[in-house]
């Protein structure tokens, strides 16, 4: 079965500054799908940006990039001129084909802005 | 467009008591997805539908069930309520389009059960 680990469950960053979040996952499928969520206080799940295994790039949008490891299963990603409205729970998640359509979420990291 | 709508946001059941949680979206979505979120676990899915009118086991289905009889809704059942399954559920949609097409997320339910 697929699992998914964020070891970070909190992190810090002070206002316009560049913090990294961490996530792993396991597995032994080859195409798969990585996601990061965003759940601010109000609860709502965003969805932040996704990759595809197959694809060689990082994924970029606008201030938030991952840095995509296929090799060592690892999914990070990094804030750029992190904003107050940045602050919120952030959740990996992984799909791939052959899990049904079911995405497997990590345990979320708190991220916490200071002004 | 409301996207994704959950009924009711807030609610406080007894032990053995039922309830149903309504999940509605407009947006014309074949799959559907039930998850629950606990502290410290993140989200993890109850039952999911990839169509009206079927419907199938996600990683924690037991104490629920499900039925999607319109294409637009998918509700949640808990025929006899128990304190562990307090949780926020949230209810989200997809297209299947891709494996990477986005599952939209409605505003989650509390439910307490005492």
């Known amino acids: 079965a697929q699992t998914v680990t964020q070891s970070q469950p909190e992190m810090s960053v002070q206002e316009a500054e560049t913090v990294t979040l961490s996530c792993t996952y396991d597995?032994?499928?080859?195409?798969?799908?990585l996601f990061w969520y965003k759940q601010p206080p109000s609860r709502q799940m965003i969805l932040v940006i996704r990759?595809?295994?197959?694809?060689?790039q990082n994924a970029t949008e606008n201030r938030f990039s991952v840095n995509f490891q296929k090799a060592a299963k690892s999914f990070s990603l990094k804030i750029s001129d992190s904003q107050l409205g940045d602050a919120a729970m952030y959740f990996c998640?992984?799909?791939?084909?052959?899990?049904?359509?079911?995405?497997?979420f990590g345990t979320g990291t708190r991220l916490a802005v200071r002004p | 467009n409301a996207g994704v709508t959950q009924t009711p946001k807030f609610r406080v059941l007894k032990t053995g008591q039922s309830m149903t949680l309504l999940c509605a979206q407009d947006?014309?979505?074949?799959?559907m997805y039930w998850y629950r979120q606990d502290p410290g676990m993140g989200l993890r899915l109850i039952h999911y539908?990839?169509?009206?009118?079927?419907?199938a086991k996600g990683e924690v289905p037991d104490g629920y069930n499900v039925s999607r009889l319109k294409k637009q809704n998918f509700l949640l059942g808990l025929e006899s309520a128990a304190p562990s399954q307090t949780s926020v559920y949230f209810c989200?949609?997809?297209?299947?389009?891709?494996?990477?097409?986005?599952?939209?997320f409605g505003p989650g339910t509390r439910l307490t059960v005492l």
């Open positions: 989200a949609s997809r297209i299947p389009v891709g494996g990477s097409s986005e599952q939209f």
């Open positions: 597995t032994s499928e080859s195409d798969y799908y």
């Open positions: 990759q595809e295994a197959y694809k060689q």
């Open positions: 998640a992984y799909r791939s084909r052959s899990s049904g359509d079911k995405l497997t």
């Open positions: 947006m014309n979505h074949e799959y």
């Open positions: 539908s990839v169509g009206e009118g079927t419907t």
